[in-house]
C-alpha cells in the first residue's frame, strides 16, 4: 500500500485514490482538501470542506469532480478502512467501484453507512452495480423493505450483498413465503435478522418447525415466531428441542402464542441470561419463586427485560402508585408498557380522578392500563373535561399533579 501524507497530523480530509496504472489502491492525506469551498466543486458534498468531517475518497483521478465520498469518523478509520481494503481489493476498473459507492448512495444509504459496509465487505467495490448489486436491492424493494430498513440491514451484515439472487435469495424467499404467506412479515424477518436469507434452511428451520407442527402449534403461532423472533427458529435443532421440551414443563401450552413467545424468551445464552438476572431482580422486590413463574406463564417477555426497566417500572408502582408488589406479577404485561409514554401520564390522570373523587382509589392496573389510547381517554379523560379543564393537560405531562389537587 502507498500511503503519502504531509504530515502524521494531517488527517483533515483523507483521500482514497484508485490508481488504474497500477491497479491498486493507493491512500493520502490531503492537508488543503479541507480548506476549499464546497462551491469549488459542484458535486462535492456539502461536509468535504469541514475539517470535523473526515473524507475517504474513491477516484481515479485526485483531480476528479465526478467521484464519491465516504464519511470517516475520525483518522483512525481511515487507517483501519485503508488497511483493510489495500490488503482485499485491486481495482482493474476504478470507476465501476465508483458506481458501487453512488448506487448505495442512491438507494438512502448515508456516508457512515457506505463506510461500514467497505470496511466490512472490502471486495463489494468489485461488485457489478448494474448486474450484481442493484437486481438485490431492487428484490427487497419489491417485497416492501424501505430504503432505511435495507440500508440498515445491510450495514449491519453486508454478507446478504455477496450471495445469489438466483440461487440463494429466491429460493429462501420461496420457503418463507410458504409459511410467511405475506411479504410484510417476510420483511419483519428480515428486519429482526438478514441470516434468515442466508442459512440453509434444511438444517435447522425446517425441522424446527416441522417439530412444532408434531406438537400442534398453531400456524399463526409458528408464524409469530419466525416473523418477530426467527432466531429463535434458526438454532440447532437438538437445542431447539431441548428448549422446547423445557418449556412444555414449565406448563405452557402449545396451543397458545406464550409457547412460542416462552421458547424465544429462554432460547440462546444472552436471553438465558437475562432470564436469570430477571428473576433475581424480581426476587428482591417479594414476589416468591411460583408468583415469577405464574407472571413468566402469563407474559413470557417479561423474564427478558433489562434490569433498569423493572426497577424504575416496580418503584413508580409500589412507592409511587401504592400498589401492592404482588399485585404487579399478576399482571406482568404492565412492565413493558413505557413508563413516560403509557404508565405515568394514565396514573397521573388516575390519580387526580381519584383524590376528587370520582373514580374508586383501589382501581386494577387492567382498568388503567391495558386500554388503547381512544378507550383510556373516553372513559377517564374525556368524560371529566368539565368537572377538571386540565385533565387533558395532566395527561400529556403539561400540567403537574399538585398545581391541580
Given at each position: 500500500?502507498?500511503?503519502r501524507?504531509?504530515?502524521?497530523?494531517c488527517?483533515?480530509?483523507?483521500i482514497?485514490?484508485?490508481?488504474p496504472?497500477?491497479?491498486v489502491?493507493?491512500?493520502?492525506a490531503d492537508?488543503?482538501?479541507?480548506?476549499?469551498?464546497?462551491?469549488?466543486s459542484?458535486?462535492?458534498?456539502?461536509?468535504?470542506?469541514d475539517p470535523?468531517c473526515?473524507?475517504?475518497?474513491l477516484?481515479?483521478d485526485p483531480?476528479s469532480t465526478?467521484t464519491?465520498f465516504?464519511e470517516l469518523k475520525?483518522?483512525?478509520d481511515?487507517?483501519?478502512?485503508a488497511s483493510l481494503v489495500?490488503?482485499?481489493?485491486h481495482?482493474?476498473n476504478?470507476?465501476?467501484?465508483?458506481?458501487?459507492?453512488?448506487l448505495?448512495r442512491?438507494?438512502?444509504?448515508s456516508?457512515?453507512?457506505?463506510s461500514?459496509?467497505i470496511?466490512k465487505?472490502?471486495?463489494?467495490l468489485l461488485?457489478?452495480p448494474?448486474n450484481t448489486l442493484?437486481?438485490?436491492l431492487?428484490?427487497f424493494?419489491?417485497i416492501g423493505?424501505?430504503?432505511?430498513?435495507l440500508a440498515r440491514v445491510?450495514?449491519?451484515?453486508?454478507t446478504?450483498?455477496?450471495?445469489?439472487?438466483?440461487n440463494?435469495?429466491?429460493p429462501?424467499?420461496?420457503?418463507?413465503?410458504?409459511?410467511?404467506?405475506?411479504?410484510?412479515k417476510?420483511v419483519?424477518?428480515?428486519?429482526?435478522t438478514?441470516?434468515i436469507?442466508?442459512?440453509?434452511h434444511?438444517k435447522n428451520?425446517i425441522?424446527n418447525?416441522?417439530?412444532?407442527?408434531?406438537l400442534?402449534?398453531?400456524?399463526?403461532?409458528?408464524?409469530?415466531?419466525?416473523?418477530h423472533?426467527?432466531?429463535?427458529?434458526?438454532?440447532k435443532?437438538?437445542?431447539?428441542?431441548?428448549?422446547?421440551?423445557?418449556?412444555?414443563?414449565?406448563?405452557f401450552?402449545?396451543?397458545?402464542?406464550?409457547?412460542?413467545l416462552?421458547i424465544?424468551a429462554?432460547s440462546?445464552?444472552?436471553n438465558?441470561?437475562?432470564?436469570?438476572?430477571?428473576?433475581?431482580?424480581?426476587?428482591?422486590?417479594?414476589?416468591s419463586?411460583d408468583?415469577?413463574?405464574?407472571?413468566?406463564?402469563?407474559?413470557?417477555h417479561?423474564?427478558?427485560?433489562?434490569e433498569k426497566k423493572?426497577?424504575r417500572?416496580?418503584?413508580f408502582?409500589?412507592?409511587?402508585?401504592?400498589?401492592?408488589s404482588?399485585m404487579?406479577a399478576?399482571?406482568?404485561?404492565?412492565?413493558l408498557?413505557?413508563?413516560?409514554r403509557?404508565?405515568?401520564p394514565?396514573?397521573s390522570?388516575?390519580?387526580?380522578?381519584s383524590?376528587?373523587?370520582?373514580?374508586k382509589?383501589?382501581?386494577?392496573?387492567t382498568t388503567?392500563l391495558l386500554?388503547?389510547?381512544e378507550?383510556?381517554?373516553?372513559?377517564f379523560v374525556t368524560?371529566?373535561?368539565?368537572?377538571?379543564?386540565?385533565?387533558?393537560?395532566v395527561?400529556q405531562?403539561k400540567?403537574?399533579?399538585?398545581?391541580?389537587?
Amino acid at each position: 500500500m502507498d500511503r503519502r501524507s504531509s504530515s502524521p497530523t494531517c488527517f483533515e480530509s483523507l483521500i482514497f485514490i484508485a490508481d488504474p496504472s497500477h491497479s491498486v489502491l493507493h491512500f493520502t492525506a490531503d492537508p488543503h482538501l479541507h480548506r476549499r469551498s464546497s462551491s469549488s466543486s459542484p458535486t462535492s458534498p456539502s461536509h468535504a470542506a469541514d475539517p470535523s468531517c473526515p473524507v475517504l475518497h474513491l477516484t481515479a483521478d485526485p483531480s476528479s469532480t465526478g467521484t464519491a465520498f465516504i464519511e470517516l469518523k475520525s483518522a483512525a478509520d481511515f487507517v483501519e478502512t485503508a488497511s483493510l481494503v489495500s490488503q482485499k481489493v485491486h481495482l482493474q476498473n476504478p470507476e465501476k467501484a465508483n458506481s458501487v459507492l453512488a448506487l448505495l448512495r442512491n438507494h438512502g444509504f448515508s456516508q457512515t453507512q457506505i463506510s461500514n459496509l467497505i470496511r466490512k465487505r472490502p471486495l463489494l467495490l468489485l461488485a457489478d452495480p448494474e448486474n450484481t448489486l442493484l437486481p438485490k436491492l431492487e428484490f427487497f424493494h419489491s417485497i416492501g423493505a424501505s430504503s432505511t430498513d435495507l440500508a440498515r440491514v445491510l450495514t449491519a451484515d453486508p454478507t446478504l450483498l455477496t450471495r445469489s439472487l438466483e440461487n440463494q435469495i429466491v429460493p429462501c424467499y420461496n420457503f418463507l413465503k410458504s409459511v410467511l404467506s405475506s411479504d410484510k412479515k417476510i420483511v419483519t424477518a428480515l428486519k429482526r435478522t438478514s441470516w434468515i436469507f442466508l442459512e440453509d434452511h434444511t438444517k435447522n428451520l425446517i425441522p424446527n418447525i416441522a417439530f412444532l407442527r408434531e406438537l400442534g402449534v398453531p400456524e399463526s403461532c409458528i408464524v409469530l415466531l419466525l416473523s418477530h423472533f426467527p432466531e429463535a427458529l434458526m438454532q440447532k435443532h437438538d437445542n431447539f428441542g431441548y428448549i422446547v421440551n423445557e418449556v412444555k414443563e414449565m406448563g405452557f401450552d402449545p396451543m397458545k402464542s406464550t409457547f412460542v413467545l416462552a421458547i424465544h424468551a429462554i432460547s440462546g445464552k444472552g436471553n438465558k441470561s437475562i432470564w436469570e438476572r430477571c428473576y433475581e431482580v424480581y426476587r428482591r422486590w417479594g414476589w416468591s419463586k411460583d408468583e415469577i413463574l405464574l407472571a413468566f406463564r402469563k407474559h413470557p417477555h417479561c423474564m427478558i427485560l433489562s434490569e433498569k426497566k423493572i426497577m424504575r417500572a416496580m418503584d413508580f408502582f409500589v412507592n409511587k402508585m401504592g400498589w401492592p408488589s404482588k399485585m404487579i406479577a399478576k399482571c406482568p404485561v404492565v412492565l413493558l408498557f413505557s413508563l413516560e409514554r403509557r404508565i405515568v401520564p394514565r396514573c397521573s390522570v388516575i390519580q387526580v380522578l381519584s383524590l376528587k373523587g370520582l373514580v374508586k382509589k383501589d382501581m386494577s392496573l387492567t382498568t388503567v392500563l391495558l386500554p388503547v389510547e381512544e378507550s383510556f381517554l373516553e372513559r377517564f379523560v374525556t368524560r371529566f373535561q368539565e368537572e377538571i379543564p386540565q385533565l387533558m393537560s395532566v395527561y400529556q405531562g403539561k400540567v403537574y399533579l399538585e398545581s391541580i389537587i
